[in-house]
C-alpha cells in the first residue's frame, strides 16, 4: 500500500466510520440498559483509564474521519492551490487544537 | 410534438439559446432521434451526432429532459412535452448537441484500453475459460457514449483528473481479463486520489447507462482488488 495512495484515506474513513458506529451502538446499549445513569457516572467512566482511553481514540477517530472528509470536499471545490492548502492546513490545526484540549483533560487518566 | 433545443453557434451566436420545435411524428417515427432527423429536414443547421441509430455507435447521446441517454434508443412515446435536448453536461460545446470529447477520450486511452501481455504469444490462440470469459460480461458492452462520464458530479467537479465512470469501467474491463498481464502497473495507475478515488458512489453513472452496465460496480471491484492486493 503507497503512503500518498488514494487507497489510504479512503480506507481510514471507512475504518473510522465503522469504529464510530461500534462506538455509538455501545453508547446506546450502555443509555438503554441504565449502566451509566447519572452524571456522576458518566464522569467516574471518563476518569477511569478505560474510560479515558475510548473517548480519546473515539475522537482522534473523528478527527480522522472528518479532516478526509473534509479534504474530499476541498479537492472537489476549491481549485486555487494556494487556498485549498491554507483551508487543509487551518482545519488539520483546529482539530489537532481540539485534540491537544481533549488530551490535556483527560490526560491523567490515560494509561501512557 | 414540441420539442426544445440548445442552440449554440460559435461562428454566429453571442452565447447558447433554446429553440423550440414543433412537429408531428409520423407513422413509423418510433425514437427520438427519428423526431431529430425530421427537424433536420427543415432545419438544417441543427446539428447533432448519429450513426446506426440502434444503440451500437454511441454518437448520439445527449441530455434528454434533464436526464443522459441516446436520441435512438429514447422512445417518444412518454416523453414529457416539449421534450427540452441539452448537449451532455461537463464538456465543452462545439456545436447545439455536439459536445468536445477529447477529455473523455483521453481518459479512455490512459487507462490503456487493450490487453498487455508480458509472456511470449502462444503458437495458437490465448485460452480462456468460460467461467474467466464470464467475468467481462457487463463490461465489454460499453459502447462509450459518454452519458455516464458526463452525468457525474464527481467528472463535473474534477474533469481533468478523475477518470469517470465510463474510463474506470473499462479499466476493471482489462483487469478482470485473464489474458491481461498488467494488473499490477493499472492498479498502481488507479491507485490515486484523483483518478480513481473521486468516485463518491454517486451511481448516476448505473442510474443512466443506456446499456444497462453498472461502472459503479466496476469501480467497486477495482477497490476492492486494490485491498485484496494491499492485504
Given at each position: 500500500?503507497?503512503?500518498?495512495?488514494?487507497?489510504?484515506?479512503?480506507l481510514?474513513?471507512?475504518?473510522?466510520?465503522?469504529?464510530?458506529?461500534?462506538?455509538?451502538l455501545v453508547i446506546?446499549?450502555?443509555?438503554?440498559?441504565?449502566?451509566?445513569?447519572?452524571?456522576s457516572?458518566w464522569?467516574?467512566f471518563?476518569?477511569?483509564?478505560?474510560?479515558?482511553?475510548?473517548i480519546?481514540?473515539?475522537?482522534?477517530?473523528?478527527?480522522?474521519?472528518a479532516?478526509?472528509?473534509a479534504?474530499?470536499?476541498l479537492?472537489d471545490?476549491?481549485?486555487?492551490?494556494?487556498?485549498?492548502?491554507?483551508?487543509?492546513?487551518?482545519?488539520?490545526?483546529?482539530l489537532?487544537?481540539?485534540?491537544?484540549?481533549?488530551l490535556?483533560?483527560?490526560g491523567?487518566?490515560?494509561?501512557v | 410534438?414540441?420539442?426544445?433545443?440548445?442552440?449554440?453557434?460559435p461562428?454566429?451566436?453571442?452565447?447558447?439559446?433554446?429553440?423550440?420545435?414543433?412537429?408531428?411524428?409520423?407513422?413509423?417515427d418510433?425514437?427520438?432521434?427519428?423526431?431529430?432527423?425530421?427537424?433536420?429536414?427543415?432545419?438544417?443547421?441543427?446539428?447533432?451526432?448519429?450513426?446506426?441509430?440502434?444503440?451500437?455507435?454511441?454518437?448520439?447521446?445527449?441530455?434528454?429532459?434533464g436526464?443522459?441517454?441516446?436520441?435512438?434508443?429514447?422512445?417518444?412515446?412518454?416523453?414529457?412535452?416539449?421534450?427540452?435536448?441539452?448537449?451532455?453536461?461537463?464538456?465543452?460545446?462545439?456545436?447545439?448537441?455536439?459536445?468536445?470529447?477529447?477529455?473523455?477520450f483521453?481518459?479512455?486511452k490512459?487507462?490503456?484500453?487493450?490487453?498487455i501481455?508480458?509472456?511470449?504469444?502462444?503458437?495458437?490462440?490465448?485460452?480462456?475459460?468460460?467461467?474467466e470469459?464470464?467475468?467481462?460480461?457487463?463490461?465489454?458492452?460499453?459502447?462509450l457514449?459518454?452519458?455516464?462520464?458526463?452525468?457525474?458530479?464527481?467528472?463535473?467537479?474534477?474533469?481533468?483528473?478523475?477518470?469517470?465512470?465510463?474510463?474506470?469501467l473499462?479499466?476493471?474491463?482489462?483487469?478482470?481479463?485473464?489474458r491481461?498481464?498488467?494488473?499490477?502497473e493499472?492498479?498502481?495507475?488507479?491507485?490515486?486520489?484523483?483518478?480513481?478515488?473521486?468516485?463518491?458512489?454517486?451511481m448516476?453513472?448505473?442510474?443512466?447507462?443506456?446499456?444497462?452496465l453498472?461502472p459503479?460496480?466496476?469501480?467497486?471491484?477495482?477497490?476492492?482488488?486494490?485491498?485484496?492486493?494491499?492485504?
Open positions: 500500500m503507497r503512503v500518498f495512495s488514494g487507497q489510504v484515506p479512503w481510514l474513513q471507512r475504518l473510522t466510520a465503522l469504529f464510530l458506529i461500534a462506538a455509538l446506546c446499549v450502555v443509555i438503554f440498559l441504565g449502566l451509566l445513569p447519572d452524571y457516572s464522569k467516574a471518563a476518569k477511569s483509564g478505560h474510560g479515558a482511553t475510548i480519546f481514540v473515539s475522537y482522534l477517530a473523528i478527527c480522522t474521519h479532516w478526509i472528509g479534504r474530499d470536499v479537492l471545490y476549491v481549485k486555487p492551490i494556494s487556498l485549498r492548502l491554507t483551508l487543509l492546513v487551518a482545519i488539520s490545526l483546529l489537532t487544537a481540539t485534540a491537544i484540549r481533549l490535556l483533560i483527560l491523567a487518566q490515560l494509561p | 410534438m414540441r420539442l426544445r433545443i440548445y442552440r449554440y453557434d461562428d454566429s451566436d453571442r452565447g447558447p439559446h433554446m429553440q423550440d420545435y414543433t412537429v408531428e411524428p409520423e407513422a413509423d418510433r425514437k427520438l432521434l427519428d423526431l431529430l432527423v425530421r427537424i433536420k429536414s427543415f432545419d438544417d443547421s441543427l446539428s447533432f451526432r448519429r450513426s446506426c441509430r440502434e444503440g451500437i455507435c454511441g454518437s448520439d447521446g445527449m441530455n434528454i429532459n436526464r443522459n441517454g441516446l436520441a435512438c434508443l429514447t422512445s417518444i412515446n412518454g416523453l414529457a412535452e416539449p421534450v427540452t435536448l441539452r448537449p451532455l453536461p461537463g464538456l465543452p460545446v462545439i456545436r447545439d448537441l455536439i459536445v468536445d470529447m477529447t477529455q473523455f483521453a481518459h479512455y490512459a487507462i490503456k484500453p487493450y490487453l501481455e508480458k509472456a511470449p504469444p502462444p503458437d495458437r490462440e490465448r485460452h480462456q475459460s468460460p467461467e470469459r464470464e467475468k467481462l460480461d457487463g463490461l465489454y458492452e460499453c459502447i457514449c459518454a452519458c455516464c462520464s458526463t452525468f457525474c458530479p464527481s467528472f463535473w467537479w474534477n474533469p481533468d483528473k478523475f477518470l469517470g465512470p465510463a474510463a474506470l473499462q479499466a476493471y474491463r482489462f483487469i478482470a481479463d485473464s491481461d498481464g498488467a494488473t499490477a493499472r492498479l498502481d495507475y488507479l491507485d490515486d486520489v484523483y483518478r480513481l478515488f473521486r468516485c463518491r458512489s454517486i448516476n453513472c448505473t442510474e443512466v447507462c443506456p446499456k444497462g453498472s459503479s460496480h466496476a469501480i467497486e471491484q477495482i477497490r476492492q482488488a486494490l485491498l485484496a492486493r494491499s492485504l
